[in-house]
């Protein structure tokens, strides 16, 4: 008579395959979890929606690669002609454009007045402002550079005549910045007196912009918005211009990225195949020798005797007090019981009972406490297959 027999066939318990599932999705939640920080980071981070500031003759570059953006959309509602431009290499900033502007501005008491720029390096902002002699040292005017940091700048020219020299009142200053980083800059009319004051200012900028000539792609925003899309893999760099027009109100535009959907699912994948590769190599994903019985994995099934031994037969023992005939029979020497009683030994020990069985073979051959001994051995190989042993699961009776 026969029957199935597993090397795990002692009482042990295992999980049915809808836990094995809820395993599989727990491994999948690192490289899905690190994948939505990636996601995150890039598109409301490096590459989120942001409001930015520009100015008359401006030309601000941004880097925006194409493997990661798919279009960049600007929107500027008040339709001031703003264009962007897109280059597959870093355009250079050799050009120079000069623009002044003259405006009378009322400032409140106490109170104060001004205007944002954007600036490349190497640009020039010269700055004259007049008023009543009387209120000329109660006005304060300030340049403040940054867009999250601010940080005062000191003119590299500042004037103010000599009223006694030149024996007349004199009802104006003047200062000149030197700008040494791309960066936006914020032009500030502080009145300290206690009642309203009307100056006149003027501004005169010589503002350094970029070479549009070898631009790939461009368009335009005045209807109001437009899309840019990204040549790939060649497009990296953007630039937004805006026409010299004199007019000092604030200036902003609304710029938002369009992922490339692609490049986001490539790099998830590319996540799940090397989390699965080292789950691979520390032997966690080996599940080759298992197959399902009444819904419990185990090791491939043998079909064996009720006398045979459950492993591969192994070298006999002498006993002692007995003839050789009695060896070879085997009928007179030991009963079909302790045949089966000597399989459930350890083939280490022969003292314990084979209570654990290796990964990824399969086989139960050895007691816990031997398994053990054999991990922490230099070979680490299975007893029986000479398979390179990766766990040792310890098996629990019911």
């Not at 700055?127 to 340049?143: F, G, K, N």
């Not at 007179?332 to 990964?359: G, H, M, P, T, W």
């Amino acid at each position: 008579m026969y029957r199935s027999v597993s090397a795990l066939a002692s009482g042990a318990h295992y999980s049915s395959p809808s836990q094995r599932w809820q395993e599989a999705w727990a491994r999948l939640l690192a490289p899905l979890t690190l994948w939505l920080c990636v996601s995150v980071s890039l598109r409301y981070g490096y590459y989120g929606d942001s409001r930015m500031v520009i100015g008359p003759s401006s030309s601000r570059l941004i880097k925006a690669s194409s493997l990661f953006v798919d279009r960049v959309e600007v929107r500027d509602e008040d339709r001031k002609g703003v264009s962007v431009y897109g280059f597959s290499e870093k355009p250079q900033l050799i050009y120079e454009t000069n623009w002044t502007v003259s405006n009378y501005l009322i400032v409140g008491s106490y109170n104060r007045k001004g205007f944002n720029l954007w600036l490349n390096r190497g640009s020039k902002i010269r700055m004259r402002w007049e008023a009543q002699t009387s209120h000329l040292d109660q006005l304060q005017v300030a340049m403040i550079k940054g867009e999250l940091k601010y940080e005062m700048l000191q003119p590299s020219f500042a004037s103010s005549p000599d009223a006694a020299a030149l024996k007349e009142p004199i009802n104006f200053k003047e200062a000149e910045y030197f700008i040494e980083d791309d960066d936006k800059y914020y032009v500030r009319v502080i009145n300290a007196n206690p009642r309203s004051i009307i100056m006149s200012m003027s501004v005169n900028v010589s503002s350094k912009i970029y070479d549009i000539a070898k631009a790939k792609i461009m368009c335009s925003t005045l209807k109001g918005s437009c899309q840019l899309k990204l040549l790939f893999p060649n497009t990296q760099y953007v630039v937004v211009t805006t026409p010299s027009n004199g007019d000092l109100g604030d200036w902003y535009i609304e710029l938002s990225f369009v992922a490339r959907v692609v490049t986001y699912i490539a790099i998830l994948g590319f996540i799940v195949i090397v989390i699965y590769l080292i789950l691979k190599y520390l032997g966690v994903c080996d599940v080759e020798n298992e197959v399902y019985v009444d819904d419990t994995p185990t090791v491939p099934v043998r079909e064996v005797t009720e006398t045979a031994p459950i492993m591969p037969e192994k070298s006999r023992r002498p006993t002692y007090g007995t003839n050789e005939e009695e060896e070879e029979d085997g009928g007179s020497s030991s009963s079909s019981s302790e045949d089966l009683y000597d399989a459930k030994l350890c083939v280490i020990c022969y003292d314990e009972q084979r209570n654990c069985f290796f990964v990824p073979c399969g086989h139960c051959a050895t007691c816990y406490d031997c398994a053990q001994r054999i991990m922490e051995g230099e070979s680490k190989v299975c007893p029986i297959c000479r398979r390179l042993i990766h766990k040792v699961r310890r098996l629990f009776s019911p």
